[in-house]
């Protein structure tokens, strides 16, 4: 009688990358609780370290305020480092910021002319 309904992904737990479909660990950023993907194995070279606190995965990065280790964490690597689409979409987007940057010139597109320059 009705569709069945589509499967939502889990706020964080393991799942699959959406651009790749590889296996990733999603975590919520304790800086301003957004999900991010990060690669499931530890990783001693990783920026993230990823903790569990009620059934809930959280990951923040490593930085000068607190460069070290906490209790219960495991250092781990974003996944976007390690994921081949996103990969070459950064490379489009640094493409066309390139071209961008050579073709513009001096003139003042998208402003509304003022009324002596109609």
């Keep these: 009688m009705y569709d069945s309904p589509t499967p939502r992904q889990t706020t ?7 651009d790749c479909s590889r296996r990733v660990l999603w975590c919520l950023t304790t800086a301003n609780r957004r999900r991010i993907a990060i690669d499931p194995p530890e990783d001693p070279g990783g920026n993230q370290a990823v903790s ?3 059934s809930t995965y959280w990951a923040r990065q490593l930085s000068t305020a607190r460069p070290a280790l906490e209790d219960r964490e495991v250092l781990r690597r974003p996944h976007i480092s390690s994921c081949p ?3 070459a979409a950064a490379a489009a987007a640094r493409a066309r910021a390139a071209a961008r940057r050579r073709t513009t010139s001096r003139t003042t597109t998208g402003v509304r002319p003022v009324r002596w320059q109609r």
């Excluded at 964080?12 to 959406?18: A, F, I, K, R, V």
Aim: glycine fraction near 16%; aromatic fraction near 8%; include cysteine.
């Design 12 to 18: 964080t737990g393991y799942g699959t990358c959406p």
């Design 85 to 87: 689409v996103a990969r």
């Design 52 to 54: 569990v606190k009620d």
